[in-house]
C-alpha cells in the first residue's frame, strides 16, 4: 500500500480492547499506527537531518502552517516545489492549519466569524487568517494531510466559550471543505510538476474543550457534514487534568468512525501516548521528545533522566539500556552530561534524536502488543515501570547548570 491510488486508505490490521494497529496509505509511502509525528515547525525537526529521522524510523513529519506562512513564505514553498523538496524530505507530511498557533503564540487583534486578525510575533505585521487562506498556505506547502482551521480554546473553558469555538470551527470547516476541493481542482488540471502536494487529505478537528455532551455534538456534527478521511482531535493537554483528558476520549471514542485514523493533536509524553492508545487514538504529534532533549532530558523507560545532574559526572551506562539508537549505543551517561555542561551543540542533537527514537519505538512496541492481542497487560507493565523514574525537580547540586 503506496502512492497515490492509496492514497487515503486505512486498514485496521488488528485491535486489542479498544486499542487498534492500522495501516494509512498516503500520497507519499504508508504509516503504521500508532504513529507518532515529530514537529518540523520551521521545516526542520530542530537539530535534525531527514536522514537522521528517516534512520530513527520516523515515517511522517508534521509541519506548520502559521511559521511557514510567515518565514519563508508561500512564494517561496512554491517557487521551490513545495516543503517535501525544500527540507529534503520524501515521505509524508501533515500541516495544521496554523489556528493554534494564532491562538497562542500571535498577538490577536480580533476573532470574527470570517477569521482572525493577527500580529506577527516575528516582526509584529499584521495579518488576516482566514479558512480559505489557510488551505491555501497547506497547497503550497504540498502536505499528505491538511488540518482544518479551527478555533481552539483553552482546555478549561467555559461551556460559553466552548460552545462559540465549536460553532465558528464547523463553519469554517464547511469552508475549508468548499476551498480544499477548488483547489484540488486546479492542482489536478495543472502539469504534474507544477503539483507539489498532489491531493492532500484534509482533516476535520472537533473541539468542546471539557465538555462530554459538546465533544460529542462536534463530533456528530462533523461527521454530519461529510466523508473524512480521517478526524483530527483538537483542544486536549492544553492545561486540563490528565482525567479530564481520559474521560473527554472515554466519551467520544465510541462516536468516531472505526474506519478513519483518530488524530490527537499535541500529545506525545510517553504516558500521555500509552494511555491515548488505550483509548482507541491512532495518530500524535508533540514538540516534547525534541524541546526535552534539547534541555537536557531523557526518556528512558525507567522514567524521565535530566542528564545534567551531578550524578551522571562519571556514569559509564548508557542513557537506556533498552535503546538500540546511536545515542545509546555509541556513549556513556557522563560523555553526555559533559557535553551539556560544556555547551556542545552535540549534546542537544544527540538527546533529541534518543527522544525521537524513543516515541518511535514505544508506538512501535504498542503496535506489537496490539498485534498480540495484550495491549491493557502490556501498558500496564510499562506503564508501571516508566512511572517509577517520574520526573522530580532537580536539588541544588543537580540543577540546571547547562545552557541550553
Known sequence: MNGPADAGRFRVDGTSGRARAATFGLSRGTIRTPCFMPVGTLGTVKSLTPGEL?????????????HLYLRP??????ELGGLHRFMGWDGPILTDSGGFQVFSLARINRIDDEGVTFRSHLDGSLHRLTPELSMEIQAAIGSDIRMAFDECPPGESSPEVARRAVERTLAWLARCRAS???LRDAQRDAPRDADPGGDGLLFPIVQGASCDDLRLESVERTLALGEWPGIGIGGLSVGEEKEVTHRVLD????????DRPRYLMGVGYPDDVIEAVRRGVDMFDCVAPTRNGRNGTAFTAEGTLNIKGARFASDPAPLDETC?????TDYSR???RHLFVSGELLGLRLLSLHNVRF?????????AAILRGEYDRWADDW???YRRGSPRPPTEQEGEDGPC
Open 54 to 66: 528517516r534512520g530513527a524510523g520516523v515515517e511522517i513529519l508534521l509541519g506548520n502552517a502559521y
Open 359 to 367: 516515541l518511535i519505538r514505544l508506538t512501535s512496541q504498542a503496535r
Open 334 to 336: 557522563a560523555y553526555l
Open 251 to 258: 466519551a467520544i471514542e465510541p462516536a468516531l468512525p472505526a
Open 324 to 328: 538500540d539508537g546511536p545515542c545509546c
Open 73 to 78: 513564505g508561500t512564494h517561496v514553498l512554491e
Open 180 to 182: 480544499h476541493e477548488a
Open 383 to 385: 506503564l508501571a515501570t
